[in-house]
């Protein structure tokens, strides 16, 4: 039984790097360049800024939702940020441009503490699905736009041989779960605020 598991888990992984890699041909062409460019919106700096201003835009403008939303869409970020930095450094696997230009793969736990050797997770896929799952709770009109950047950016970080397609896949799982868990840690706060504020009303 371990054995057969053992099997399937490496079958499935050459399978990853396979695809990856393929999927790569093209990542060193102009187009794919300018994708690459444009997936940087995003990466955490971006990210964590259009949250901020979207807070600050809310609370100086009076809109109650649109620095609540920005209020969620920045801690939603934070907590896939954090839990990305985390996993990177406790697993290492080098990204599929260094298998590609150097002929170099490796895997493991608490490998080398930089960037060509932290492929695992993606850090923009788990960015931005926070952060467009966060805003399109609020604001359900614009899901399509905001799943559909979201969406670019994975996509772009295998075309480019940053990541394999199982790097983005649990980057996207990362992303989502933090904005969850922040919806519903949220939710049970407001739960408990407003409890106790009709409790010391009656």
């Known amino acids: 039984m371990i054995k057969d598991a053992a099997g399937l888990a490496r079958r499935l992984e050459a399978g990853d790097v396979r695809l990856g890699v393929s999927l790569a041909r093209a990542k060193d062409t102009g187009r794919v360049r300018a994708l690459a460019a444009a997936s940087e919106a995003g990466g955490w700096r971006w990210l964590l800024a259009l949250s901020a201003g979207t807070l600050a835009w809310g609370a100086l403008s009076g809109n109650r939702r649109l620095a609540t939303t920005g209020r969620h869409m920045l801690a939603s970020g934070i907590l896939a940020a954090a839990t990305k930095t985390t996993v990177k450094r406790i697993v290492h696997r080098t990204r599929p441009n260094v298998l590609m230009d150097e002929g ?10 930089v960037g060509p050797w932290q492929s695992f997770p993606s850090g923009h896929s788990a960015m931005s699905v926070a952060v467009a799952c966060a805003a399109s709770r609020a604001y359900p009109e614009i899901r399509g736009v905001a799943a559909a950047a979201a969406f670019g950016v994975v996509a772009a970080q295998v075309l480019r041989g940053a990541h394999f397609p199982s790097d983005v896949t649990a980057g996207a799982l990362v992303g989502f779960t933090a904005e969850t ?3 519903r840690l949220g939710s049970g706060w407001n739960g408990r605020a407003s409890g106790t504020e009709a409790d010391s009303s009656g």
């Open 104 to 113: 170099l793969y490796e895997k493991g736990w608490f490998g080398p503490n």
């Open 181 to 183: 868990l922040v919806h």
